[in-house]
């Protein structure tokens, strides 16, 4: 079983809608969850951590189920600026106490 | 205050030669990660350092592979005797002491002919 697995998509959704990723993680002793957005080519941006108690950037709201070992992103009002690769991100396995573990990500396309 | 910094950002190797990035983390940001990207994959754990020492480096191949964080100047991946498997993408990223958050330089393409 893979460590952080996403749905790779694509992801096709029209300008304006509200749209949400999933991710799931193997290791039940992870420490520290995150999305990274990485554009075509580029390197990867923190975009959010996430917290147990669920939290809200803008358009952005992150959720953790710890029970269930599953993280989501929503994105609301989404604009074409949010076409990108969503990294789910999770430490404290795989490398190491304090590498980052990385999904391989969802491939979101915004379109007009 | 400047991002991460590598360098450089392209970089052409024959095989058998030997490859060197380098990466200068943000200002007052002591934690030094490298990981690499192959070609439509997800980026894979390298390296942890602090200042002059290795910290983790479990995600390391065991030969050719060897990184540093001097107490001066930027940490080096350094890649011997190069092999067309390695051509990939090498990001860093740095973090200060006391965040979980990392932020990621603009890697290095390696690419080895």
């Known amino acids: 079983r893979k460590e952080v697995e996403q749905d790779p998509g694509p992801f096709n959704v029209p300008e304006g809608a509200t749209v949400a990723f999933n991710c799931t993680y193997s290791?039940?002793?992870?420490?520290?969850f995150f999305w990274y957005r990485q554009d075509c080519r580029k390197e990867p941006k923190l975009l959010m951590s996430?917290?147990?108690s669920g939290n809200e950037d803008g358009r952005f709201t992150a959720q953790l189920n710890r029970a269930s070992q599953y993280i989501s992103l929503l994105i609301r009002d989404s604009k074409l600026s949010d076409s990108a690769t969503y990294l789910c991100?999770?430490?404290?396995?795989?490398?190491?106490?304090?590498?980052?573990?990385f999904g391989k990500g969802t491939h979101l396309i915004i379109q007009p | 205050n400047a991002g991460v910094m590598q360098n450089p950002r392209h970089l052409v190797r024959r095989r058998g030669q030997e490859a060197r990035l380098r990466c200068s983390p943000m200002?007052?940001?002591?934690?030094v990660y490298w990981y690499r990207q192959l070609p439509e994959e997800g980026l894979k754990f390298m390296v942890y350092?602090?200042?002059?020492?290795?910290?983790?480096e479990s995600g390391m191949p065991k030969e050719r592979f060897s990184a540093e964080f001097p107490k001066e100047g930027p940490s080096i991946l350094r890649i011997q005797q190069v092999v067309r498997g390695d051509s990939a993408a090498y990001f860093c990223?740095?973090?200060?002491?006391?965040?979980?958050?990392?932020?990621f330089g603009p890697g290095t393409r390696l690419t080895v002919l």
């Open positions: 350092l602090q200042k002059e020492n290795i910290i983790d």
């Open positions: 996430v917290y147990s």
């Open positions: 990223a740095s973090s200060p002491s006391d965040s979980r958050g990392q932020f």
């Open positions: 991100v999770v430490s404290g396995i795989g490398g190491g106490a304090d590498g980052l573990t």
């Open positions: 290791n039940s002793a992870s420490q520290s």
């Open positions: 200002k007052g940001h002591s934690h």
